[in-house]
C-alpha cells in the first residue's frame, strides 16, 4: 500500500498445512510523514500462528508476536489552529522534540482445548507480553518496563437443566503484572541539573482475578435466558521507590458482576434480545501515580513538583439495561439497540498541564450516567445479473453525562459526538469490479468538563474503487479520503474548565488523501 503524506505499507505472509499442523506467518512494516508536522513515523513486526491437532480430541495452537514501532509526537491544537491550519504541530512538541521510540513489543501465547466428550470441553490458555517504551513526550523522559502474564482456563458442558437444554461455562482469568518499573529522569538541564539526571523511580504493579460462571437455558426454539456472575478480586501496589522518602499504596479489593439476558425469536426475520448486567472496571495501578495530589515539595532537588505517593481510588461500576431487535425486512437488514446505564466512581481521564510539563490524570468521578442508542440498516437498492448496489448505514445516539456533580450539575461528558453517522453506498459487479462512496458525520465534541468549549462538527467524504479477481487471485483498489478537504477534530483530550478559552486539546483528522493497494495471492 502507498498513499499521501509518504505513507507506505508491505507486507508477505505464508500459510498452509501439512498433516496434523497448519500455520501462518506474516511480516509487515509501515512509514509515514504524518498529516501534521513532527509526525513522522515507522513500525515493523513479524507473527506466526502455528495449530497442532494432537489427538481428535486434543488440539492446541501457539501464538508469536513481534512489534517495534517509532513516531514523533506532535501534540495537540486549538479550535482556530484546526480550522486554519490543521497541519501545524503543537509549538511546545516541536521545542522539545516530543517522540515515542517503543523498543520493541513481544507477545508469546498458547490456546489448548481438550474435547472431554461430545458435550464437554476444557480450554486453557496462557500468554506472556511485554512491551517497553521510552516515553519522550515532556520536560521528562520516563522509560518502561513493562511485562505481564494472562492465563484463562474455560470448561464448557451442554446439559439438561430443569429438564431443559442448558450449557453452563465456568471459568478463570488472571492477569498478572510481572514487571511495571518505571524510571524518570531529565531531558533537558533544568534548575542547575543536568540533562539526564534522575528524578524518580516508581513501580506499579496489579493483579486482576476473576472467576465467573455462565448459562444459556433454552426454554424453546424461539426463547433462551443467559445468566451469569464473575468474582472479581484485585490487587494494586504502587510505590515511588526512589527518593526513598515516597510512598507506597496497597489495596486489595472484592467485586461482583451478575448478568441477565434474554433472546426471542419473534419470528422467521425478526430477534428480541436484552440485558440486565453489572460491570466492574478497575483503575489500572499507573492512575494511581498519575492521579495523586501528593507531591515533593522544596528541598528534594530534582525531584521536587513531581508526584511522591500513590492515592487510592474505587472501582468504576455500572448497571446497565439494554434491549433491542435485530432482523431481515423490506428495506435490509436492521439492528436497533437502546441502553440506559447507571456509573458509579467512572474511571474519567484529564489534561492538568500541557506540554512541555505534560501531565494527564485519572480520578474517579460522581456518579454519571451513558444512555443511547445505536442502529444499523444494510440494504440491497438494486440487484439483477450485471451485480448489487447497496447502502450501508449505522447511527449512534451517546448521551453521557454527570448525575448532579456539584460543580458541573448535568454537563456531558466531553471527548465525545453525541451524535455519529456513517454510510456507504457501494456497487458490486459481477466481474469484480467494485465502486463506493462514504461519508461520516459527527456532532460537536466538549472539550472540557465544564463545557465551556467546544470541537466543530464533520461531515466528510470518501470513494473507493477496486477489484477482486475471481478465486481470490488478486486484488487492487484506489481510495480518496476526505475529498472536500474538511478540517476538524478527530480526538480530544479533555480539560477540566478551561473558561471558554481555545486551548489546544484537539487533534486533527486528516486532510485529502489518496491510498492505492494491491494484494497477490500465491497457491
Do not use: C
Request: zero cysteines.
Amino acid at each position: 500500500e502507498a498513499g499521501s503524506r509518504g505513507y507506505q505499507k508491505r507486507g508477505i505472509s505464508w500459510g498452509g498445512v501439512s498433516g496434523d499442523v497448519d500455520y501462518f506467518l506474516a511480516y509487515t512494516d509501515t512509514e509515514f510523514d504524518g498529516y501534521q508536522r513532527h509526525a513522522r513515523g515507522d513500525g515493523k513486526g513479524a507473527m506466526a500462528n502455528i495449530g497442532w491437532q494432537i489427538t481428535p480430541d486434543l488440539q492446541t495452537r501457539f501464538f508469536v508476536r513481534y512489534r517495534e514501532t517509532n513516531h514523533e509526537t506532535p501534540g495537540r491544537l486549538t479550535r482556530d489552529q484546526i480550522r486554519n491550519d490543521p497541519r501545524a504541530a503543537n509549538a511546545a512538541n516541536l521545542a522539545i522534540d516530543a517522540r515515542r521510540p517503543q523498543p520493541g513489543s513481544t507477545w508469546v501465547g498458547n490456546v489448548t482445548t481438550l474435547q472431554i466428550d461430545e458435550d464437554s470441553s476444557l480450554q486453557a490458555g496462557l500468554v506472556y507480553h511485554t512491551y517497553p517504551m521510552d516515553l519522550n513526550e515532556s520536560l521528562y523522559r520516563q522509560q518502561l518496563d513493562y511485562a505481564n502474564l494472562n492465563a484463562t482456563l474455560d470448561y464448557r458442558r451442554r446439559h439438561r437443566l430443569f429438564g431443559l437444554d442448558s450449557e453452563t461455562t465456568v471459568g478463570l482469568r488472571v492477569t498478572h503484572d510481572l514487571d511495571a518499573d518505571v524510571r524518570e529522569s531529565l531531558r533537558f538541564a533544568s534548575n542547575g541539573y543536568a540533562a539526564g539526571t534522575r528524578t524518580r523511580d516508581f513501580r506499579h504493579h496489579g493483579t486482576d482475578s476473576t472467576l465467573h460462571v455462565g448459562n444459556t437455558l433454552t426454554f424453546n426454539d424461539r426463547l433462551r435466558m443467559q445468566t451469569g456472575l464473575a468474582l472479581i478480586n484485585t490487587r494494586r501496589d504502587v510505590q515511588v521507590t526512589w527518593p526513598s522518602s515516597g510512598g507506597r499504596l496497597r489495596d486489595h479489593d472484592w467485586d461482583y458482576a451478575p448478568r441477565l439476558g434474554f433472546t426471542w425469536q419473534h419470528s422467521a426475520r425478526t430477534q428480541w434480545f436484552g440485558n440486565l448486567s453489572r460491570s466492574v472496571e478497575a483503575p489500572h495501578p499507573w492512575s494511581m501515580i498519575w492521579g495523586s495530589n501528593q507531591y515533593f515539595g522544596p528541598g528534594n532537588g530534582p525531584s521536587t513538583g513531581r508526584q511522591r505517593a500513590p492515592v487510592p481510588m474505587q472501582n468504576q461500576t455500572a448497571t446497565t439495561l439494554e434491549l433491542g431487535a435485530r432482523g431481515d425486512a423490506a428495506l435490509g437488514r436492521w439492528e436497533l439497540t437502546g441502553y440506559y446505564a447507571h456509573v458509579n466512581h467512572e474511571l474519567l481521564s484529564v489534561e492538568l498541564q500541557p506540554v512541555p510539563n505534560l501531565f494527564i490524570a485519572e480520578n474517579n468521578a460522581s456518579p454519571t450516567v451513558h444512555r443511547g442508542i445505536e442502529a444499523g440498516l444494510d440494504s440491497t437498492l438494486w440487484q439483477a445479473a450485471p451485480g448489487r448496489l447497496s447502502l450501508r448505514q449505522a447511527y449512534t445516539f451517546s448521551d453521557f453525562r454527570y448525575r448532579h456533580d456539584a460543580r458541573f450539575g448535568s454537563n456531558r461528558l466531553p471527548g465525545l459526538p453525541r451524535h455519529a453517522y456513517q454510510a456507504e453506498l457501494r456497487f458490486d459487479h459481477a466481474s469484480g469490479l467494485y465502486a463506493a462512496l462514504n461519508t461520516e458525520y459527527a456532532s460537536r465534541i466538549a472539550v472540557d468538563y465544564a463545557n465551556s468549549y467546544w470541537a466543530d462538527s464533520h461531515v466528510i467524504f470518501g470513494s473507493r474503487i477496486g477489484y477482486d479477481a475471481p478465486g481470490g487471485r488478486w486484488q487492487a483498489w484506489v481510495e480518496m479520503r476526505n475529498i472536500g478537504n474538511r478540517h476538524y477534530a478527530a480526538t480530544v483530550t479533555p480539560g477540566y474548565d478551561d473558561v471558554g478559552r481555545d486551548i489546544a486539546r484537539s487533534t486533527p483528522g486528516e486532510g485529502r488523501g489518496i491510498y492505492a493497494g494491491v494484494r497477490l495471492r500465491f497457491d
